[in-house]
């Protein structure tokens, strides 16, 4: 039988540990990778969490995978990453599959708008007037 996003996401959440700010916070602090994996007209729109590293969820694979030329060197499976995208959906699909990539410690903070209403600082990268 074929896979539902329903599916998908049952098995996402089932997978990923759901993080609040405060959580989130203190896995940085320590050393975790803030990684916000919505698309760029996205973050160019909204900002980025504050300290949050951007790939969006398309490049993700290519990013996290050292095998690949198009690596990210902020991704290293020792390293705790906490994830967030605009309601939560990307985040855990995301931090699946870096699970099963390997990686041990992945953590859904839900989506910018949980970071910014719980007194996280919101960045924007891009002057929109530019």
């Not at 504050?50 to 290293?76: C, I, Q, W």
Request: aromatic content about 6%; overall charge negative; proline content about 3%.
């Amino acid at each position: 039988m074929a896979l539902t996003v329903q599916d998908m996401m049952a098995a996402a959440n089932a997978a990923v540990e759901r993080v609040d700010l405060a959580q989130a916070q203190d896995l940085i602090e320590k050393g975790a990778l803030l990684l916000d994996v919505r698309d760029g007209p996205e973050v160019e729109k909204t900002g980025l969490a504050k300290g949050a590293h951007h790939v969006s969820r398309g490049m993700l694979e290519f990013r996290a995978d050292a095998a690949t030329p198009f690596h990210d060197k902020a991704f290293d499976k020792d390293r705790p990453i906490v994830l967030y995208c605009a309601s939560g959906g990307r985040a855990a699909l995301a931090g699946k599959l870096l699970i099963d990539m390997g990686y041990h410690k992945v953590f859904n903070l839900g989506g910018l708008k949980d970071w910014a209403e719980q007194g996280g600082a919101v960045e924007h990268v891009l002057d929109p007037g530019m």
